[in-house]
T-cell receptor, first 111, second 112 residues
Framework: SQQGEEDPQALSIQEGENATMNCSYKTSINNLQWYRQNSGRGLVHLILIRSNEREKHSGRLRVTLDTSKKSSSLLITASRAADTASYFCATDEGGSYIPTFGRGTSLIVHP | DAMVIQNPRYQVTQFGKPVTLSCSQTLNHNVMYWYQQKSSQAPKLLFHYYDKDFNNEADTPDNFQSRRPNTSFCFLDIRSPGLGDAAMYLC???????????FGSGTQLSVL
């Protein structure tokens, strides 16, 4: 069953702008993960944030987690055309430790 | 350097003809997963292994089965593919549960 829901479903921006994607979920979790998928390829792990953490950074990526609102956001700063991809959040539904994915946000960065 | 390898990259089968997809890993990870992803949809977990312990998702059709003969290999068997089984099949591994997943490039299955 699907746990996370990403918002927006699609996002189109210009190179250099920031991109923000949100993920909401329904049950308690142990961690939340963000993945990237280029068209027709496998997923690539970006960041894992645990339920007792509020923010994590990796390069141009910033992830926040608000367990009281059951939501997370992924911020990509200074976007590049190469960031064009689909971005998925994954949560371990009910604390199961097994990732369940949302439908993703399709990001297009125009050069 | 490939760590999770899926073969073949593209697979075409006929309606009702059994098909096997394969996945191998060089990471020595304990957990292996199979996800099904249809166009513009979320990857849907079919089953996972923790070592030899097999875990089937409740809504995975009986038509789908899996084998993990050793740590490195995992197979997805579709006994009688239907048109609705056309999808990308993604294999992933993790060292332990609750850790990040490493994905293969996927096998795109077409059913004619």
């Amino acid at each position: 069953s699907q746990q996370g829901e990403e918002d927006p479903q699609a996002l189109s921006i210009q190179e250099g702008e920031n991109a923000t994607m949100n993920c909401s979920y329904k049950t308690s979790i142990n961690n939340l993960q963000w993945y990237r998928q280029n068209s027709g390829r496998g997923l690539v792990h970006l960041i894992l944030i645990r339920s007792n953490e509020r923010e994590k950074h990796s390069g141009r990526l910033r992830v926040t987690l608000d367990t009281s609102k059951k939501s997370s956001s992924l911020l990509i700063t200074a976007s590049r055309a190469a960031d064009t991809a689909s971005y998925f959040c994954a949560t371990d539904e009910g604390g199961s430790y097994i990732p369940t994915f949302g439908r993703g946000t399709s990001l297009i960065v125009h050069p | 350097d490939a760590m999770v390898i899926q073969n073949p990259r593209y697979q075409v089968t006929q309606f009702g003809k059994p098909v096997t997809l394969s996945c191998s890993q060089t990471l020595n990870h304990n957990v292996m997963y199979w996800y099904q992803q249809k166009s513009s949809q979320a990857p849907k977990l079919l089953f996972h292994y923790y070592d030899k312990d097999f875990n089937n998702e409740a809504d995975t059709p009986d038509n789908f089965q899996s084998r993990r003969p050793n740590t490195s290999f995992c197979f997805l068997d579709i006994r009688s593919p239907g048109l609705g089984d056309a999808a990308m099949y993604l294999c992933a591994t993790s060292r332990l549960k609750n850790e990040k997943l490493f994905f293969g490039s996927g096998t795109q299955l077409s059913v004619l």
